[in-house]
């Protein structure tokens, strides 16, 4: 998950801040509510239970102290009873006269009644002490047991500020160790992992993994972490080695799909060229058939009138029907040259004769039209690096070239520039015509070497009009002779034309 898009949330320390201040609320919570009050109800409940076996052990003390001291005076008042009743004894009341008997036994039975007296005395003098005594204990318990209470409830209150000091200090001491510990042991281990998990959701699989050296659950997690980015890159690899060899085989594959699209396309190409050849030699053949038919019938016609005015004009000697004639036999003329294309058209047959260089065919042939190049401000330029020899019909071959610089140069009206380029390519010779002139429109492509029509009816071109033969026959001649002529064009860039001829010439027995 990218940091963008991880959700927002508290860190761990934090959490773990969080979940120990709880505790250590809980921990005074307990102390506040629960561990100060029974403290000081358990203090309170032992002060009292002191206090009562001390005033009971005072009182004990206190009746055993009556006691003593009434068994003290009782026998003090007996001891003294029985002096008084030795004195009484000793006494010499014969001397006073009377009834010594009576009165010794009337002394002593007074005597015995003043001890009695006495010893109840003694018994309710001790009962008020024994009574004053417990009283006394009493309220000095009361007192005890009130300034415990109140002594307890200062302890308790004591105990639990120290209980909270102390706890506070413990919490505070083990939170900051806690802390430490916690932030070491597992907060930058898990914060260095996260770390990692990002960049390897980026893709980056160079980054290091930190393996500590303890063997502890976070250990553990790191050192899987690690063998599983160990994993992680051994699977980059090999997809990225299968993914070369994919681009690999793409690259071969799109190779071969481009080879063998380039054979289709170059095959439909030439099938097309076959076709428009086969579709050519028909319509030429048909159109040969009446051209020569045509031609024939109107050569002996045109011959006739030919010959009829030569004899008319030197008989003549009116300068202005010598004039009328002379138009007569210059119009038969032009006919007669007409006639004589149809017939050469209708026949386009090729007498190969010794073997020709193709080379000085191309000189003679620009030498033709180097005036008139001039004229039209074109330059030319023949680029032939060896000789080129091969069986044809020089003459032929000569129409043939010569057709296609002068139409090359009637391209080119406001001037420009004619290229010949001829090499040898394998078993054939290929030549290339190539001037930069006005082109020829897409719509005019299958119609260029269809006889009688021609281009040269434009304002660019009208002073070169033709009968629209040259391309026709040089294309029947070029076939006579075993091979091909193409052409490309763009109109305003001008028009490339191909010729091929077979390197070992023709069979002397082809004729078409």
Known sequence: MSPATRPDGLRLG??????????????????????????????RTRSASLVDAGANAL???????????REILTSLIDETTAARR?????????????????????????????????????????REVERRNAARIDA????????????????AKDLRTTSLLLAGLVLAISLAGFGVGLHRLVVLP?????????AIARGELGVAIDVPRRRDEIGALALDFARM???????????????????????????????????????????????????????????????????????????????????????????????????????????????????RFARQRVVPKDEVDLAEVLREALRL????????????????????????????????????????????PRGGQLDVDARRDGDEIVVTVRDTGIGIAPEHHDRVFDPFWTSKDTEAAADSRG??????????????????????????????FTVRLPARGVPADDAR
């Open 467 to 496: 009968t629209g033969l040259g391309l026709s026959v040089s294309h029947g001649l070029v076939e006579a002779h075993g091979g091909t002529i193409d052409f490309v064009s763009e109109p305003g860039r001008g028009t490339t």
């Open 140 to 155: 000095e318990a009361r007192t005890l047991v009130a300034q415990q209470d109140r002594l307890a409830d200062g302890i």
């Open 190 to 198: 898990v914060q260095r992992l996260g770390m990692a998990t990002r």
């Open 229 to 343: 980015l160990d994993e992680l890159r051994s699977s980059r690899a090999l997809i990225d080695a299968k993914n070369a060899e994919l681009r690999t085989w793409n690259e071969r594959l799109e190779q071969e799909v481009a080879r063998q699209t380039a054979h289709l396309e170059s095959t439909v190409l030439e099938l097309r060229r076959a076709q428009r050849r086969l579709v050519h030699a028909a319509k030429m053949s048909s159109l040969g058939t009446l051209a020569g038919g045509v031609a024939h019938e109107f050569n002996n016609l045109i011959g006739g009138i030919r010959g009829c005015a030569r004899e008319a004009i030197a008989g003549e000697p009116d300068a202005e029907r010598r004039e009328t004639l002379e138009v007569i036999a210059r119009a038969a003329e032009r006919a007669g040259e007409v006639t004589d294309r149809l017939l």
């Open 59 to 69: 009182r004990g003390l206190a009746a055993d102290d009556s006691r003593q001291n």
């Open 14 to 43: 934090v959490k773990l801040a969080l979940a120990l201040a709880g505790v250590a609320a809980l921990i005074a919570m307990l102390l506040l509510v629960w561990v100060g009050p029974a403290t000081g109800e358990a203090l």
């Open 369 to 412: 039209i180097e005036s008139r190049a001039r004229a039209a401000n074109v330059a030319s330029a023949l680029h032939v690096g060896v000789a080129l020899p091969l069986r044809a019909d020089a003459s032929a071959l000569h129409q043939v070239f010569l057709n296609l610089f002068t139409n090359a140069v009637q391209a080119m």
């Open 86 to 126: 030795r004195t009484l004894i000793d006494l010499p009341l014969e001397l006073y006269g009377g009834d010594v008997s009576a009165i010794r036994s009337a002394l002593q039975e007074k005597d015995a009644a003043r001890g009695a007296i006495l010893r109840n005395n003694v018994a309710v003098l001790t």
